[in-house]
């Protein structure tokens, strides 16, 4: 009955490569959330996404794309992965988008590893 | 930018109340102060969160000063499990944002 799930928990490739990493969550959140925490352990927001509305960090590259198929689903899609995409992403979710008493729900997070 | 500052790490006692504090001098009227931390090897987890008053619920409690320009949890009997970096967030309002993490304090219980 886990709360905000990630696939996969590992996931090692070669640079070049197409993946994808998938978020689902079972709280009836309207609110998802993508996260990147870097080999110095700084977590930096990648994107947030409220009933279809999607809300891009600025310092992201456009190889980063999310696509939720459902309110419960965000997934991350990465092309043309690099060196610098290593690092460990973390899923989120929350009941309203934007609104300031409103927490954040994490997932386990998904260990990257580009070759 | 994180709009907070915390010390890198701290040390506490097992069994002994723990007390992280937190600087947030440019915190406006309508952000609250949120409080997040995370053990190793997992994602984060919300602890606490308060605006003017001071919180307490079953994890820690909030203590906000009057000026809200700074604030302090305190967990009552710190365990080993404790052990995490600890996140104090001020909150940006607007939008379906994200939460906007700053370095955070390396909470290290000794048993």
């Known amino acids: 009955d886990t709360a905000v799930s990630q696939t996969p928990k590992y996931l090692v490739t070669q640079m070049g490569n197409d993946k994808s990493i998938k978020c689902e969550q079972n709280l009836g959140h309207d609110t998802m959330y993508w996260y990147k925490q870097d080999s110095k352990k700084f977590l930096k927001i990648m994107f947030s996404?409220?009933?279809?509305?999607?809300?891009i960090n600025e310092t992201v590259p456009n190889r980063f794309s999310p696509k939720s198929p459902d309110k419960a689903h965000l997934n991350l899609h990465i092309n043309s992965l690099e060196l610098g995409d290593s690092a460990v992403y973390f899923c989120?979710?929350?009941?309203?988008?934007?609104?300031?008493?409103?927490?954040?729900?994490f997932g386990p997070g998904t260990r990257l590893t580009v070759l | 930018d994180a709009k907070t500052t915390q010390p890198p790490s701290m040390d506490c006692a097992e069994g002994r109340a723990a007390n992280l504090p937190c600087n947030h001098s440019?915190?406006?009227?309508?952000?609250?102060v949120y409080w997040y931390r995370q053990i190793h090897s997992q994602g984060p987890q919300y602890i606490i969160h308060?605006?003017?008053n001071n919180e307490t619920n079953e994890m820690a409690s909030l203590i906000i000063t009057e000026d809200r320009k700074s604030s302090t949890l305190i967990l009552p009997h710190a365990t080993l499990r404790d052990t995490a970096v600890y996140y104090c967030?001020?909150?940006?309002?607007?939008?379906?944002?994200?939460?906007?993490f700053g370095k955070g304090t390396h909470l290290i219980i000794q048993p």
């Open positions: 967030i001020v909150r940006e309002g607007g939008g379906a944002d994200g939460l906007t």
């Open positions: 989120a979710s929350s009941p309203r988008g934007g609104v300031s008493t409103d927490t954040q729900y």
């Open positions: 440019t915190i406006s009227g309508n952000e609250y």
């Open positions: 308060g605006l003017k």
């Open positions: 996404y409220n009933n279809k509305e999607l809300i």
